[in-house]
């Protein structure tokens, strides 16, 4: 979906026509509210579906089990409305009205990373909630038991409510702590890698953890090839770590760049950050929810120590405890009123539409590229970039030849030696998919150009 008019999309839509069967190309505002419509019916839950066969499908293709990784992704909304802010890291902070997305791969052993779910919340929403959007499903979760053997979480879910609730779920997870350790202090370590630097693992005591059970801290050294290391850094995890995976910690953690990091940007230098959605709505804000939540698990605690009393023979100091955590469950309703009566409505942007089925499609298409180069035999190929597979055979012009039941696109080779071979590994790529387009077979050929004469 071009941002520009009818005529400037006209201008760069390329074999659009082939593939619509429509001699005029598209315009912005026809694809968006086709997409609102299609979202509106339905149409995203399809593709989340398609996706989520992806992940599934390739997954039960490999020997083992696979890495998940869990973060967000805000993305700016620029308005003139009062809308809820929220900082956002790489435009120094500044306060912007914005949608955050929540977003969850799935690293393949030895493969590519794929997108596993999507979620959409409001602005400044922690990662919790794309946790739990993603474990919000009792299928999904069950899978996740079957099939994922860690699941790396960033900072932003490492506190011990949140470790918690992933303890009571039985999520694998894996974040790091918020304090450092001093390697000095442990003179019992559980084990010394090759440059006798001290591996603690014991039970994380905030959340009650058990030596044999878990959870556990694991604290190793900041940097684990020099000798005189004195810094350590200390991980929360529920999994119980081989010697070998302990040795390596560092690493495994650090695989949430290539994994999730990378990844991000690779979508967003496509286009997955663009608005196509300008709805808005008045909502409060993320931290009225958050404090409202906090309220309610309150009173549903006195509530339960209200039951509790009411079990127990009546005597005059149980009708003072009684009555006494009765005033506590009218308290916390009372507060939840006065917070949501208390809170600003601003304007939000409304999930769905356009924007939405539009993330979900950029996942599935990201996915199955991802598959596609997974099948080279050029290693290059295989770890490509989105953005290199667009300058080298995407983004290049072609001459399309119509034939009975078939499409001939001859792309220009490009004129480096290097460039031009991995031109050609990307073309045995997309041939081997036997693509289609409106009943014909396409085929991709290199058209090479022919030498300019020199006076």
């Avoid at 839509?13 to 190309?25: C, D, I, K």
């Avoid at 083992?64 to 992704?73: F, K, P, R, Y």
């Avoid at 894996?174 to 001093?182: P, Q, S, V």
């Avoid at 031009?420 to 290199?446: K, P, T, Y």
């Amino acid at each position: 979906m071009s941002p520009s008019s009818l005529t400037a999309a006209a201008r760069h839509a390329g074999a659009e026509p082939l593939w619509t069967g429509r001699p005029r190309a598209y315009a912005e505002s026809t694809l968006r509210q086709a997409a609102d419509r299609l979202d509106a019916e339905g149409a995203w839950a399809h593709v989340a579906h398609a996706v989520r066969a992806q992940v599934e499908g390739a997954v039960a293709k490999v020997d083992g089990e696979v890495i998940a990784h869990t973060d967000m992704l805000d993305q700016p909304y620029f308005t003139k409305k009062l809308a809820h802010a929220a900082p956002i890291g790489r435009l120094g902070n500044r306060l912007l009205g914005c949608a955050y997305f929540g977003l969850t791969t799935v690293a393949l052993p030895g493969g590519p990373t794929l997108f596993a779910h999507l979620s959409w919340h409001k602005p400044a929403a922690p990662l919790r909630d794309a946790l739990e959007d993603l474990f919000d499903d009792e299928a999904r979760l069950g899978w996740w038991h079957e099939h994922v053997r860690l699941h790396i979480v960033d900072r932003g879910a490492n506190g011990d409510p949140v470790l918690r609730w992933l303890w009571s779920w039985e999520v694998p997870y894996l974040t790091i702590g918020h304090r450092g350790a001093e390697l000095w202090r442990f003179h019992a370590p559980t084990l010394r890698n090759a440059h006798a630097l001290p591996i603690v693992v014991r039970p994380d005591r905030r959340l009650g953890g058990d030596a044999a059970d878990g959870p556990w801290e694991v604290i190793v050294p900041a940097q684990p090839d020099d000798p005189d290391a004195t810094r350590g850094i200390r991980f929360r995890s529920a999994v119980a770590f081989t010697e070998a995976e302990l040795l390596s910690l560092n690493a495994l953690y650090k695989s949430r760049w290539p994994s999730m990091e990378n990844e991000l940007k690779a979508l967003q230098s496509q286009g997955f950050g663009r608005n196509r959605t300008r709805r808005l709505e008045l909502v409060v804000s993320r931290g009225t929810d958050g404090e409202v939540t906090r309220l309610r698990e309150r009173e549903a605690r006195w509530r339960g120590k209200v039951r509790e009393l009411e079990a127990e023979p009546l005597s005059g100091k149980a009708v003072g405890r009684l009555i006494a955590a009765a005033g506590k469950v009218e308290q916390a309703r009372a507060k939840q009123a006065a917070v949501v009566a208390a809170a600003p409505l601003k304007h939000a942007r409304v999930e769905g539409g356009a924007e939405r089925l539009g993330k979900w499609l950029h996942l599935l298409v990201h996915n199955a590229m991802a598959l596609a180069l997974a099948t080279s035999p050029d290693e290059e190929v295989r770890v490509m970039a989105p953005t290199t597979v667009g300058e080298l055979l995407l983004g290049q012009s072609a001459l399309t030849v119509v034939e009975t039941e078939r499409l001939t696109m001859w792309v220009d080779a490009l004129d480096a030696a290097e460039d031009r071979r991995r031109q050609a590994a990307l073309v045995e790529v997309f041939n081997n998919l036997g693509l289609r387009c409106r009943g014909s077979a396409v085929l991709i050929h290199l058209h090479q150009r022919p030498a300019e004469r020199t006076s």
